[in-house]
C-alpha cells in the first residue's frame, strides 16, 4: 500500500516539476503568460511568473505541499 501512495506521490511532484519548467518565465513561449498561469495554479492564487521570484516561490510551494501529502497519506496508512 504504501509503495502505491509513494508513486502516486512521485509522479504528481513530475507533474508539477514538468509544468514548472515549462511555465519557466526564461522561456519565451506563451506558457508563461499571466492568464495561462493564473488558469494553471487556481485556488484563487494568482503569482505572475514572468517574474523569476515568484517562479521560485511556486516551484517551493509546489514542492512542500507534495511532501506534506506524502506525510499525512503515510501516516493514515
Not at 10 to 36: G, R, Y
Amino acid at each position: 500500500m504504501n509503495a502505491y501512495l509513494m508513486l502516486i506521490v512521485l509522479i504528481i511532484l513530475l507533474v508539477l516539476v514538468i509544468s514548472n519548467l515549462c511555465l519557466n518565465p526564461l522561456s519565451k513561449t506563451s506558457w508563461s503568460e499571466p492568464l495561462f498561469v493564473q488558469r494553471s495554479i487556481g485556488v484563487g492564487i494568482t503569482i505572475n511568473l514572468k517574474n523569476r521570484l515568484g517562479w521560485w516561490i511556486y516551484m517551493i510551494v509546489s514542492v512542500a505541499l507534495v511532501i506534506l501529502l506524502a506525510m499525512v497519506l503515510l501516516d493514515k496508512s
